[in-house]
């Protein structure tokens, strides 16, 4: 069996310090919660454990803290933003089939001790997964340990095994504990010797194994006087640092090992993760955790079966002007598919029948026009300005278009970057209607309830029927005529941008000695850094960084930094604006702005 336990707190922490802040829209903090998420997915694809259980610390004091004040005195305690992650962090665990493990007296890191001595003396494996290296003291044939950590937002895990620890360390690892009571740990206050560092310390546990043996032997020649005498004067020290910094793992928790298997979540436990998740807008990890996969069990087919849901019957009609007249004067919910020139299929749902027609219905085009022309039937859709975009190319006034979907759920989340239909109705904890056939109208019907409501209660209602509605109308007009633009003078433009940028390219040779492809990073990074010799900042997975913060930190340290970065404005310049453009310009407008000029110029005939 192997197990994975985590050190929450740790990995928590430095999810929270490796992210920038996110909120939801809400106001909730959640990077530390997405940071850690991520890590934990890594740790669960990386070591596959049959087990697992997350372990934090209480705010009550510990038997250390008991044993000496100055323990972690250190410590101001979590930021609020921090603070305020942690519960929701658990109930998402917790609904996701992972324990929780506290105990108070101890520590995160005690509670990880004592699951890797139970696997130690049972023969199972154990992975610690941790965000500090105190747990490397753990480490022995079956206990590894994985140092987790979040780097520009993307986590990142070391192993540590016995023979990493040698290679790093020069000891085994439970000697850690014994270099950590010389030197101290001034992030956790623990005092050590004073006036004997890192490398000192190292050293007299390399030479004499651990402390009891050093100081059995301090008249050791090996041990030089003034060594020998800070070592006497912290011997008392010593022996309460050791004590600080040696993990427990005897605390008195559940450690059957069976109680914390990794259990397949029911369809109905599934939603419920799920549902945790959108309420974090954490949409991204409900797929990465295959939480949107979700099949129904058979208590949950019977207990729907006896529960109210909205069925809507289907109608597949030949002949969609039969049915027509059945629409006037009522509210409709539609989606219609276009060609960009046309609608070529349409659904529409009355509340209680879906009704679908294609361009293999008879009159689909007649009754396109008689439909959205037809002000008494009240339309719902789910984005507006494409349908009016192809309404107006077909000669239809689009009339009695009461509300977008997208429109409304952007009004009331104007921060979001995704207005999708699947996500909306995860954020709203929407369940689809029931229909005999497919249909996305499902989805669309009971999110545009939710949307008009919260309009409602935030009194944005008349923005979105005079103001973004409308708004969409007119875009969509601007879409189809287009605009005039000067094509031989954009042309000019991307000559004159061409020369310079050319002048640069050469300066900026002249500068470095050497010809390189200034667009690549790796050639700029070894251009400056190496070539140049300037001080190099950040470090990415594939080299130094030179995006344009970088860049600015430089600008003191040599003139063609300048010349870079105005390189790069004019080739963006001329690829997004003269270039990208030209692409795009009809023919059509290009002669009738000829046309526009020549009749300006007053030489009209």
Known sequence: MRMLV????????????????????????????YGFMNTFHKLLEESSPDAAAVA????????????????????KGMPDELASQLEPLKELLKAMGYSIVTQEGFE????????????????????????????????????????????????????????????????????????????????????GVAGIGQKGAAELVQKFHDLDNIYNNL???????????????????????????????????????????????????????????????????????????????????????????????FCDSADPMTVYPSFKNKTVDIIAETDGEEITAVQISDGKTVYSFNSFSNGLREFTKVFFEDESIKKRTDDSKPLFAVLEKTDVQCRGLIFDASL???????????????????????????????????????????????LERNAQTKLLDDIEIPLAHVLASMENAGFMVDREGIVRYGKELSADIERLQSGIYEHTGMEFNINSPKQLASALFEKLGLPAKKK????????????????????????????????????????????????????????????????AS
């Not at 909120?23 to 919660?33: E, F, K, L, V």
């Not at 209480?58 to 323990?71: E, I």
């Not at 206990?143 to 990142?156: D, L």
Request: aromatic residues 8%; hydrophobic residues 35%; contains cysteine.
């Open 56 to 75: 934090f610390d209480l705010k009550a004091p510990t038997f250390r803290h008991k044993a000496y004040s100055g323990y972690k005195s250190n410590r």
């Open 219 to 313: 008249d050791s020649d090996d041990i030089k006087p003034a060594m020998k005498k800070k070592l006497e004067a912290g011997r008392e020290s010593a022996y309460m640092s050791l004590m600080l910094g040696t993990i427990r793992t005897d605390v008195p928790i559940d450690t059957e090992l069976e109680h914390y298997m990794v259990k397949k979540l029911s369809a109905k436990e599934k939603s419920e993760a799920a549902r945790l998740m959108a309420r974090l807008e954490l949409y991204t990890l409900i797929k990465k955790f295959g939480l949107d996969d979700i099949e129904p069990d058979a208590e949950d087919i019977k207990e729907n079966e006896n529960s109210e849901e909205t069925v809507l019957s």
């Open 6 to 33: 985590i050190d929450g707190n740790s990995i928590l922490n430095r999810a929270f310090f490796g992210i920038k802040l996110l909120t939801t829209s809400s106001g909730q903090y959640t990077n530390a919660i």
């Open 408 to 454: 409304a759920a952007y009004l009331c989340d104007p921060n979001s970057s995704d207005y999708s239909v699947e996500r909306l109705m995860m954020k709203y904890e929407l369940k689809q209607y029931k229909c005999e056939k497919e249909s996305a109208l499902t989805s669309l019907s009971p999110l545009a309830d939710a949307l008009a409501a919260e």
């Open 540 to 603: 990415t997975k594939s080299g130094y960084s030179t995006n344009a913060e970088v860049l600015e930190e430089l600008r003191p340290y040599h003139p063609v930094i300048d010349e870079i970065l105005e390189y790069r404005t004019l080739t963006k310049l001329k690829s997004t604006y003269c270039d990208g453009l030209l692409k795009v310009i009809c023919a059509e407008q290009s002669l009738i702005f000829k046309i526009y000029l020549f009749v300006l110029q007053g030489d």
């Open 108 to 191: 995160a890191d005690d509670i990880l001790g004592t699951f890797a001595e139970k696997c130690r003396s049972t023969g199972c494996e154990c992975v610690i997964a941790t965000g500090d290296r105190d747990s490397l003291q753990l480490v022995s044939d079956n206990v590894t340990v994985r140092i987790a950590a979040t780097k520009f937002g993307k986590p990142e895990v070391t192993l540590y095994d016995k023979e990493k620890i040698m290679e790093v360390y020069g000891v085994e690892p439970e000697q850690l504990i014994d270099i950590k009571a010389i030197q101290g740990d001034t992030s956790d206050c623990i005092p």
